[in-house]
């Protein structure tokens, strides 16, 4: 399987964030989490660039950004290197669509900047306290053994099983598509993103509980939560918990895991531009 589109480079600090920067009109900036890059939002972007000038990045540390193995990829860092790369790019009037930990990361620099967002998408994320949910804990133990450690970097656990395990298709988790997954995180070096921003699944429960203190700063931001209801993950309880928050937002539930945007990309690209237009 092969790239679709010619990367942009951009420096944040003293490392090197990819791009994906295509079409005209209203911007709208797609956010990743893990362990995705910005391929995950190609086929929203062929359709969408038509009408809009789409804008992709890779996190530090994943897909074609630098890979530094003293960069600390915590979520706090990622984050703020997110609001970087927007001051880098002069972007000061967006939608935004996020995904996993792509909320966390990019969430909060719509609290600290909401005149700059003109509307928010959310798949299957989260903003709150963690480090009382008893399923994180459990994996947050397992992370920072020594095993989990080692199942992270040397043997790929995210991309070998957390991610196919992640599709209610299966079909749909080709070997093809997880193989181009797996290219851009060839060994356990660059693969050090990964284990740091699993690491804030629990770690970073602070910065996501402060963030969510905030959280009023957005409620006037027009948005929509877009959920793949058959998540292992990130399930339809973390969607009651926004619609509990933003009940006047819209609500699509899609039949798909965690990786909506692979099982459903038709459906997905029809709602955003629909929204968005």
Excluded at 170 to 188: E, G, I, N, T
Excluded at 189 to 198: E, F, G, M, N, V
Excluded at 244 to 266: C, I, R, S, W, Y
Aim: glycine content about 6%.
């Amino acid at each position: 399987m092969m790239e679709v589109y010619a990367r942009k480079y951009i420096n944040i600090g003293s490392q090197k964030m990819a791009y994906i920067d295509e079409g005209s009109g209203p911007t709208i900036v797609f956010v990743h989490g893990t362990p995705a890059y910005s391929f995950l939002y190609r086929n929203m972007i062929q359709v969408l660039s038509r009408s809009f000038r789409c804008i992709a990045p890779d996190h530090i540390g994943f897909g074609h950004s630098s890979k530094d193995p003293h960069y600390d990829g915590s979520v706090e860092n990622q984050s703020a290197h997110f609001a970087q790369f927007i001051a880098a790019m002069a972007l000061d009037s967006f939608h935004l669509v996020v995904h996993d930990f792509g909320g966390p990361i990019a969430l909060p620099y719509a609290i600290n900047n909401p005149s700059n967002i003109q509307s928010i998408s959310i798949l299957n994320t989260w903003l709150w306290a963690t480090k009382d949910d008893p399923e994180v804990t459990k994996a947050d133990k397992l992370i920072r053994s020594f095993f989990g450690k080692f199942l992270y970097k040397r043997m790929s656990l995210p991309l070998r099983f957390l991610m196919p395990r992640s599709f209610h298709n299966k079909a749909k988790a080709s070997q093809a598509l997880m193989a181009q997954y797996q290219s851009v995180f060839p060994d356990a070096t660059s693969r050090k993103a990964l284990y740091d921003i699993a690491l804030s699944l629990k770690g970073g429960s602070d910065f996501f509980a402060a963030h969510w203190d905030k959280i009023e700063a957005i409620r006037s931001i027009k948005k929509q939560f877009i959920w793949g209801i058959h998540d292992p993950f990130i399930d339809e309880s973390k969607l009651d918990i926004w619609v509990d928050t933003f009940p006047n937002a819209m609500v699509h539930k899609l039949e798909a895991g965690h990786f909506l945007q692979e099982e459903k990309p038709e459906e997905l690209t029809q709602i955003l531009f629909e929204f968005m237009r």
